[in-house]
């Protein structure tokens, strides 16, 4: 069972940056895929997430987007409008608890590695 997160970068305030989560290992069609992130010294705090429809924190809504391509196995978060505030390590993660959409951390049993977003000012 596999998580590899990547797209993670060093972008300017405002930038766009798209981050990609390949799943292996599991039947990716039948999971909530989620989206966290953690800044340093910080809680890891819920993105978003998906299983039929879409949920975000309301911290991205309108600037972050979540998609999964199930006959890739891969999960997608485009990130635009980015603030420095957005700066964290982003996870991918997979849980069969549908109730997982609602960004509890404890629902997932399956993380990636994660990947870094530096957003400058």
């Known amino acids: 069972v596999q998580l590899q997160a990547s797209g993670g970068g060093v972008v300017q305030a405002g930038d766009s940056l798209k981050l990609s989560c390949v799943a292996s290992?599991?039947?990716?069609?039948?999971?909530?895929m989620g989206w966290f992130r953690q800044a340093p010294g910080q809680e890891r705090d819920f993105v978003g997430a998906?299983?039929?429809?879409?949920y975000y924190a309301d911290s991205v809504k309108g600037r972050f987007t979540i998609a999964r391509d199930n006959a890739k196995n891969i999960l997608y978060l485009e990130m635009n409008s980015l603030k420095p505030e957005d700066t964290a390590v982003y996870y991918c993660?997979?849980?069969?608890?549908?109730?997982?959409?609602?960004?509890?951390?404890?629902?997932?049993?399956?993380w990636g590695q994660g990947t870094l977003v530096t957003v400058s000012s």
């Open positions: 993660a997979a849980s069969l608890d549908p109730r997982a959409v609602s960004g509890s951390t404890r629902r997932y049993n399956k």
């Open positions: 998906t299983y039929g429809q879409t």
């Open positions: 290992g599991f039947q990716f069609n039948r999971y909530v």
